[in-house]
């Protein structure tokens, strides 16, 4: 009972950490249909500015944090307005090849910037292990728990409750009307991408904190999130978050009692089944346009 | 058609003639480089340029294809002949079962689902130890009979013209597929695929034929490139073999059949001599992608084919 | 900032490369190293090594009357680049011998092409035991391999660290997975008995559900084969989850960014290593001050490496007295040097014996050597 406990704590922990890793994935893709490939390059320069305040500077954990926010959402927004921006009605598939052209780009720039060295946010946080019952865990990742629930429903407040949100939403749901009624759909499109930047680096730099920070893990963070997305429909609030915790806590479960080595494959493997049975995942909405 | 049949035949005549004029070795490796990515490239040509969809999986078939010519020259001794045939064989196979699962999709879903086949085909052959050897790989693989006698540059030459006849032998297939009533309804469903179902196309069958037609040519393709680097492992189905892949055909141009080639000579020369900045060459490559993309968005074949049309259309205007 | 210097230099090199080529002849070798990619800092490491060993030779006369030019290539450790990489040195650079390939796979492949041209081929890395029973006479592995490795320790952590209940954990990769099978092997054969045996792919980050099954199987000392990257968020996490089991690991983990990646949690671990920087010998101590001063940090089991191959070719072109391939290979087999980690020399099969392996134990972030050993023929 212990080592269940054990490996549900660790699957949720984990899971949440996914779940912000690819919530800025499926916004984007939600309200744009941009299928963004530089998603986990653009976690791992959060991560990297995050090392480089923290680290190298000595700032703030919080001000790092913020700064690489702002960093990130003004990166995006560039991104939008100057690069995605000539692609823009031509369909998926052109958005696709140009992140990733994109994501190889900012990858190698990065790593001949930074180096290979394996590198760490440092966070105020404390790593020593917290015993609750026949569980253990750390300050560090409780406190990161629920700065990730946070940044999730400050997004969520932010989409449903704010104009700008109400913005993004009308942009999605019909670009023409959405500029009839006065609204700027070339600055919303920014907007959103900038968001989706700024999750994906605040993602980048709070688990940075404690797991590594390092150049080459950009593809494997943008295929988790993929498979996130599918798992819980691509656009879906709260799609990503069950979809995360799920994949979360199976990885864990599956491979605390069967093999560690496959354990990647199960979201893959969870990836075809799902689109085998609800193509468009949990709670996705089906959504064709002729 | 006439333009890119000619253009074909010239390209065949140069690599037909072009090892008698050059004798060094490092050129010719050059060359067979080129011709094992101009199969590659045809194959994943005939899926985006023909069936319209995004299959970022693509190196599932590449590798299968190296892995079963690996396998079967390693525990067998099949020769060269066998093993690249069973390969493109077997790939077929394996495009069968997977574009019947992933077909049913579009768009983004579609790309997505086949990368993740092709990284449940890659973590498979990194942890079934017993049958791939796992991430030691199957190293050993003989080179074939015409290869080993001579010298190290008739070796590498008979590899040319073995990939030459491979390459050829893609591109006429192609060439033969599109041309067809088939390769036409294909080009149908990917301009407008409700209309071509109004007119009694099958997509679903359509995109099939094609994505298992592709799959043995990239398989065909494993199978050559495993005799030609004597080692296969489970890197055969990294995203690096499909990137270059799809930078091949976005820059020679989608949806022709001299494209790839073009795209895969380009492709190729550019690796070589970026290979003196060293740690540069992918940030210019993710430009380059990046540069095509926005500028050149069918590609140099596309770009040239356009400007020929209107050049031929305004002639006769001319005063 | 590598980016602004390389390219001026980089420019500069190849306009300069031009000329001084023609004006003044070097004697070449090829070194193909991962520079890019998920290893691509261990191989940084070992080119560093091979760097400075070609500028101590040149500053003191070079060898044969000419100086030693490094070619350095990005194998990245994938078969298909490494032989491209291979093909371009020789062919296009002539490059006299070739250092590499680092990972076994990348030098499964690159041999061949060494036997083909006939141009030796000297890894520095590589561990997988195949490699030396392949035949090729021109390949030579200056390093351990994993059997070596843990036929010297086993039975030290049987006996010493009285490991009965052991518990293989290994990177997914022909490296992990040679070490684990080794390894399990010597130590089942001395009477311990495997609790458990797991393997993680490279580059994961999270090791809570690894660990908490590590936990629950009550094994007394866990064996882990893993380089820094992985190795450190490893052990970090291990001091997270509370657990107070031994380990000993292989790979990279004396490396001073080892430690300073992990700080307190390394505290207690055993590490089995062909090179720590606190070697007593005083061949050691020269070459641990020359390469701080360098590079600004100790060097670790790569950068030996690639500073050994270096001079093991540099010596064996001097003893052949010429660069001919077939009179180069001839004195590679009668090498006898004499490096920071001991003396070298090549049995038959290409395999180097008689240097020496070491268990340390990191103690406040000093890897304190514990006991050692010399590697038999």
Same mark, same amino acid.
């Given at each position: 009972?212990?080592?269940?406990?054990?490996?549900?704590?660790?699957?949720?922990?984990?899971?949440?950490?996914?779940?912000?890793?690819?919530?800025?994935?499926?916004?984007?893709?939600?309200?744009?249909?941009?299928?963004?490939?530089?998603?986990?390059?653009?976690?791992?320069?959060?991560?990297?500015?995050?090392?480089?305040?923290?680290?190298?500077?000595?700032?703030?954990?919080?001000?790092?944090?913020?700064?690489?926010?702002?960093?990130?959402?003004?990166?995006?927004?560039?991104?939008?307005?100057?690069?995605?921006?000539?692609?823009?009605?031509?369909?998926?598939?052109?958005?696709?090849?140009?992140?990733?052209?994109?994501?190889?780009?900012?990858?190698?720039?990065?790593?001949?910037?930074?180096?290979?060295?394996?590198?760490?946010?440092?966070?105020?946080?404390?790593?020593?292990?917290?015993?609750?019952?026949?569980?253990?865990?750390?300050?560090?990742?409780?406190?990161?728990?629920?700065?990730?629930?946070?940044?999730?429903?400050?997004?969520?407040?932010?989409?449903?409750?704010?104009?700008?949100?109400?913005?993004?939403?009308?942009?999605?749901?019909?670009?023409?009307?959405?500029?009839?009624?006065?609204?700027?759909?070339?600055?919303?499109?920014?907007?959103?991408?900038?968001?989706?930047?700024?999750?994906?680096?605040?993602?980048?730099?709070?688990?940075?904190?404690?797991?590594?920070?390092?150049?080459?893990?950009?593809?494997?963070?943008?295929?988790?999130?993929?498979?996130?997305?599918?798992?819980?429909?691509?656009?879906?609030?709260?799609?990503?978050?069950?979809?995360?915790?799920?994949?979360?806590?199976?990885?864990?479960?599956?491979?605390?009692?069967?093999?560690?080595?496959?354990?990647?494959?199960?979201?893959?493997?969870?990836?075809?089944?799902?689109?085998?049975?609800?193509?468009?995942?949990?709670?996705?909405?089906?959504?064709?346009?002729? | 058609?006439?333009?890119?049949?000619?253009?074909?035949?010239?390209?065949?005549?140069?690599?037909?003639?072009?090892?008698?004029?050059?004798?060094?070795?490092?050129?010719?490796?050059?060359?067979?480089?080129?011709?094992?990515?101009?199969?590659?490239?045809?194959?994943?040509?005939?899926?985006?340029?023909?069936?319209?969809?995004?299959?970022?999986?693509?190196?599932?078939?590449?590798?299968?294809?190296?892995?079963?010519?690996?396998?079967?020259?390693?525990?067998?001794?099949? &020769? *060269?002949?066998?093993?690249?045939? $069973?390969?493109?064989?077997? /790939? %077929?196979?394996? +495009?069968? =079962?997977? #574009?019947?699962?992933?077909?049913?999709?579009?768009?983004?879903?579609?790309?997505?689902?086949?990368?993740?086949?092709?990284?449940?085909?890659?973590?498979?052959?990194?942890?079934?130890?017993?049958?791939?050897?796992?991430?030691?790989?199957?190293?050993?693989?003989?080179?074939?009979?015409?290869?080993?006698?001579?010298?190290?540059?008739?070796?590498?030459?008979?590899?040319?013209?073995?990939?030459?006849?491979?390459?050829?032998?893609?591109?006429?297939?192609?060439?033969?597929?599109?041309?067809?009533?088939?390769?036409?309804?294909?080009?149908?469903?990917?301009?407008?695929?409700?209309?071509?179902?109004?007119?009694?196309?099958? &997509? *679903?069958?359509?995109?099939?034929? $094609?994505?298992?037609?592709? /799959? %043995?040519?990239? +398989?065909? =393709?494993? #199978?050559?490139?495993?005799?030609?680097?004597?080692?296969?492992?489970?890197?055969?189905?990294?995203?690096?073999?499909?990137?270059?892949?799809?930078?091949?055909?976005?820059?020679?141009?989608?949806?022709?059949?001299?494209?790839?080639?073009?795209?895969?000579?380009?492709?190729?020369?550019?690796?070589?001599?970026?290979?003196?900045?060293?740690?540069?060459?992918?940030?210019?490559?993710?430009?380059?992608?990046?540069?095509?993309?926005?500028?050149?968005?069918?590609?140099?074949?596309?770009?040239?084919?356009?400007?020929?049309?209107?050049?031929?259309?305004?002639?006769?205007?001319?005063? | 900032?590598?980016?602004?210097?390389?390219?001026?230099?980089?420019?500069?090199?190849?306009?300069?490369?031009?000329?001084?080529?023609?004006?003044?002849?070097?004697?070449?070798?090829?070194?193909?190293?991962?520079?890019?990619?998920?290893?691509?800092?261990?191989?940084?490491?070992?080119?560093?090594?091979?760097?400075?060993?070609?500028?101590?030779?040149?500053?003191?006369?070079?060898?044969?009357?000419?100086?030693?030019?490094?070619?350095?290539?990005?194998?990245?450790?994938?078969?298909?680049?490494?032989?491209?990489?291979?093909?371009?040195?020789?062919?296009?650079?002539?490059?006299?011998?070739?250092?590499?390939?680092?990972?076994?796979?990348?030098?499964?492949?690159?041999?061949?092409?060494?036997?083909?041209?006939?141009?030796?081929?000297?890894?520095?890395?590589?561990?997988?035991?195949?490699?030396?029973?392949?035949?090729?006479?021109?390949?030579?592995?200056?390093?351990?391999?994993?059997?070596?490795?843990?036929?010297?320790?086993?039975?030290?952590?049987?006996?010493?660290?009285?490991?009965?209940?052991?518990?293989?954990?290994?990177?997914?990769?022909?490296?992990?997975?040679?070490?684990?099978?080794?390894?399990?092997?010597?130590?089942?054969?001395?009477?311990?008995?495997?609790?458990?045996?797991?393997?993680?792919?490279?580059?994961?980050?999270?090791?809570?559900?690894?660990?908490?099954?590590?936990?629950?199987?009550?094994?007394?000392?866990?064996?882990?084969?893993?380089?820094?990257?992985?190795?450190?968020?490893?052990?970090?996490?291990?001091?997270?989850?509370?657990?107070?089991?031994?380990?000993?690991?292989?790979?990279?983990?004396?490396?001073?960014?080892?430690?300073?990646?992990?700080?307190?949690?390394?505290?207690?671990?055993?590490?089995?290593?062909?090179?720590?920087?606190?070697?007593?010998?005083?061949?050691?101590?020269?070459?641990?001050?020359?390469?701080?001063?360098?590079?600004?940090?100790?060097?670790?089991?790569?950068?030996?490496?690639?500073?050994?191959?270096?001079?093991?070719?540099?010596?064996?072109?001097?003893?052949?007295?010429?660069?001919?391939?077939?009179?180069?290979?001839?004195?590679?087999?009668?090498?006898?040097?004499?490096?920071?980690?001991?003396?070298?020399?090549?049995?038959?099969?290409?395999?180097?014996?008689?240097?020496?392996?070491?268990?340390?134990?990191?103690?406040?972030?000093?890897?304190?050597?514990?006991?050692?050993?010399?590697?038999?023929?």
């Amino acid at each position: 009972m212990g080592l269940f406990l054990q490996l549900l704590a660790n699957g949720i922990v984990l899971g949440t950490f996914y779940a912000l890793s690819a919530l800025g994935l499926t916004l984007v893709f939600g309200l744009m249909r941009v299928v963004n490939f530089a998603h986990g390059e653009l976690y791992v320069v959060g991560g990297l500015i995050g090392w480089a305040l923290t680290a190298v500077l000595g700032l703030n954990f919080f001000l790092a944090l913020a700064i690489v926010v702002i960093v990130l959402g003004i990166a995006g927004y560039l991104i939008d307005r100057l690069l995605i921006a000539w692609v823009r009605g031509e369909g998926e598939e052109p958005t696709i090849l140009l992140t990733i052209g994109l994501s190889i780009f900012i990858a190698n720039t990065a790593l001949l910037i930074v180096g290979t060295t394996p590198q760490t946010v440092l966070s105020p946080f404390l790593s020593k292990p917290l015993f609750l019952g026949p569980v253990v865990i750390t300050q560090s990742r409780l406190v990161l728990v629920g700065l990730c629930v946070a940044l999730i429903v400050g997004t969520y407040f932010l989409v449903q409750k704010t104009t700008l949100g109400r913005a993004m939403r009308a942009t999605f749901q019909d670009p023409m009307a959405a500029q009839l009624a006065g609204i700027r759909t070339a600055h919303i499109y920014g907007f959103t991408f900038a968001l989706g930047a700024a999750l994906a680096g605040a993602a980048g730099m709070l688990l940075g904190s404690i797991y590594v920070v390092q150049v080459t893990i950009g593809g494997v963070i943008s295929l988790k999130a993929f498979v996130i997305v599918i798992l819980g429909g691509m656009g879906s609030f709260a799609g990503a978050i069950v979809g995360g915790l799920i994949l979360g806590v199976v990885e864990a479960l599956w491979g605390g009692y069967v093999a560690t080595g496959y354990v990647d494959a199960i979201g893959f493997a969870l990836v075809i089944v799902m689109l085998l049975v609800r193509p468009y995942g949990l709670f996705g909405k089906r959504v064709e346009r002729a | 058609m006439r333009l890119e049949r000619n253009v074909l035949l010239i390209a065949l005549t140069v690599a037909l003639l072009a090892p008698l004029a050059v004798h060094n070795d490092y050129v010719v490796h050059i060359g067979v480089n080129v011709l094992f990515s101009v199969i590659l490239a045809t194959s994943f040509n005939l899926i985006v340029g023909y069936v319209g969809e995004f299959p970022l999986g693509h190196t599932a078939f590449f590798g299968i294809g190296a892995y079963t010519a690996a396998l079967l020259s390693v525990c067998f001794a099949l &020769p *060269f002949q066998v093993t690249v045939i $069973t390969a493109a064989f077997v /790939a %077929a196979l394996f +495009g069968l =079962a997977i #574009g019947a699962v992933t077909l049913r999709l579009r768009g983004p879903f579609f790309v997505i689902v086949t990368l993740c086949f092709a990284e449940v085909l890659r973590l498979i052959a990194n942890n079934w130890i017993d049958l791939t050897n796992g991430p030691m790989g199957v190293s050993g693989i003989a080179m074939p009979a015409w290869a080993t006698s001579g010298s190290i540059l008739q070796q590498k030459v008979a590899f040319y013209y073995a990939g030459l006849l491979l390459a050829a032998l893609s591109i006429f297939i192609s060439y033969r597929f599109v041309y067809s009533n088939v390769g036409r309804a294909a080009i149908a469903v990917r301009e407008n695929r409700f209309v071509a179902q109004s007119l009694g196309i099958w &997509p *679903f069958y359509l995109g099939l034929v $094609t994505f298992v037609l592709a /799959a %043995a040519i990239a +398989g065909a =393709a494993g #199978g050559f490139y495993a005799h030609y680097f004597t080692y296969v492992g489970p890197e055969v189905f990294d995203f690096s073999f499909m990137i270059t892949m799809i930078i091949m055909v976005l820059v020679g141009g989608k949806g022709t059949l001299v494209g790839p080639v073009v795209g895969a000579f380009i492709v190729v020369m550019l690796d070589v001599y970026l290979r003196d900045f060293k740690e540069l060459r992918f940030s210019i490559f993710g430009l380059l992608v990046i540069a095509v993309v926005i500028f050149l968005p069918r590609g140099l074949m596309g770009f040239i084919s356009r400007r020929h049309e209107t050049y031929h259309r305004e002639k006769p205007g001319d005063a | 900032m590598q980016l602004l210097k390389s390219l001026p230099v980089g420019l500069l090199g190849l306009s300069l490369a031009a000329t001084y080529a023609s004006a003044q002849e070097t004697i070449k070798i090829g070194v193909i190293q991962p520079l890019t990619g998920s290893v691509a800092y261990n191989g940084t490491t070992d080119v560093n090594g091979s760097k400075l060993a070609a500028d101590e030779i040149n500053a003191k006369g070079g060898v044969l009357g000419k100086k030693i030019e490094l070619i350095v290539e990005d194998g990245q450790c994938k078969p298909a680049d490494t032989v491209n990489a291979a093909e371009k040195l020789i062919q296009r650079d002539k490059v006299v011998a070739l250092a590499g390939a680092f990972c076994s796979s990348a030098t499964l492949a690159a041999m061949p092409v060494a036997q083909n041209y006939k141009i030796p081929l000297v890894t520095g890395v590589s561990s997988a035991a195949s490699l030396t029973e392949k035949g090729n006479q021109w390949f030579f592995r200056a390093t351990e391999t994993d059997a070596l490795l843990a036929k010297a320790f086993a039975k030290i952590l049987f006996n010493e660290l009285k490991l009965r209940k052991v518990a293989y954990i290994g990177v997914n990769d022909d490296f992990g997975r040679g070490g684990v099978a080794e390894f399990e092997k010597q130590m089942q054969a001395l009477g311990a008995t495997t609790v458990m045996k797991e393997y993680f792919e490279h580059g994961t980050s999270d090791f809570y559900t690894l660990l908490t099954k590590l936990k629950a199987s009550g094994a007394d000392g866990a064996f882990v084969a893993a380089e820094t990257q992985d190795g450190s968020i490893f052990v970090k996490q291990k001091a997270e989850l509370g657990i107070q089991t031994k380990v000993f690991g292989v790979g990279s983990w004396a490396t001073s960014d080892f430690i300073k990646l992990t700080g307190a949690s390394s505290e207690g671990i055993y590490a089995a290593v062909p090179y720590a920087s606190t070697m007593t010998s005083p061949r050691n101590t020269v070459f641990v001050d020359a390469y701080t001063q360098r590079y600004k940090e100790a060097p670790g089991k790569y950068s030996a490496a690639g500073y050994n191959v270096i001079n093991i070719l540099a010596q064996a072109i001097d003893r052949a007295n010429s660069t001919d391939p077939e009179k180069l290979r001839e004195a590679l087999t009668k090498t006898s040097y004499d490096g920071p980690n001991g003396h070298f020399q090549f049995d038959s099969t290409g395999q180097a014996y008689g240097f020496t392996l070491v268990l340390v134990q990191l103690t406040s972030g000093v890897p304190k050597v514990v006991a050692s050993t010399t590697v038999e023929r």
